[in-house]
């Protein structure tokens, strides 16, 4: 079994920056790829970014070119650095980890709000 635990959200202006990072424990050997989802108020969760552990990325058309996600497969820890934010990026994102051996796993969520 996988547990996630996120961290770096926040509040911050349109334009600005954020960091999340996010941290697996117990089987992580297990662990195929990892990722983000998030879910905006109101709506439902859609897929952020992904990276394999052989750091093939895939990223919504929403956030190209502004977020990049990146992995430390040893202890495998995945972040996502967020730049040029903006309001319609406000939601609780969620991280999640894929295993070969068992059903994904998620993070608690983490919020990220927007806001002038």
């Known amino acids: 079994q996988v547990q996630l635990v996120e961290s770096g959200g926040g509040l911050v202006q349109p334009g600005g920056s954020l960091s999340l990072s996010c941290a697996a424990s117990g089987s992580i050997s297990s662990i195929s790829g990892m990722g983000w989802y998030r879910q905006p108020p109101g709506k439902e969760r859609e897929l952020v970014a992904s990276?394999?552990?052989?750091?093939?990325?895939n990223y919504a058309d929403a956030v190209k070119g502004r977020f990049t996600i990146s992995i430390d497969n040893a202890k495998k820890v995945v972040y996502l650095q967020m730049n040029s934010l903006e309001p319609e990026d406000t939601a609780t994102y969620y991280c999640?980890?894929?295993?070969?051996?068992?059903?994904?796993?998620w993070g608690q969520g983490t919020q990220v709000t927007v806001s002038s």
């Open positions: 990276i394999t552990s052989g750091r093939h990325t």
């Open positions: 999640y980890a894929d295993s070969v051996v068992a059903a994904v796993s």
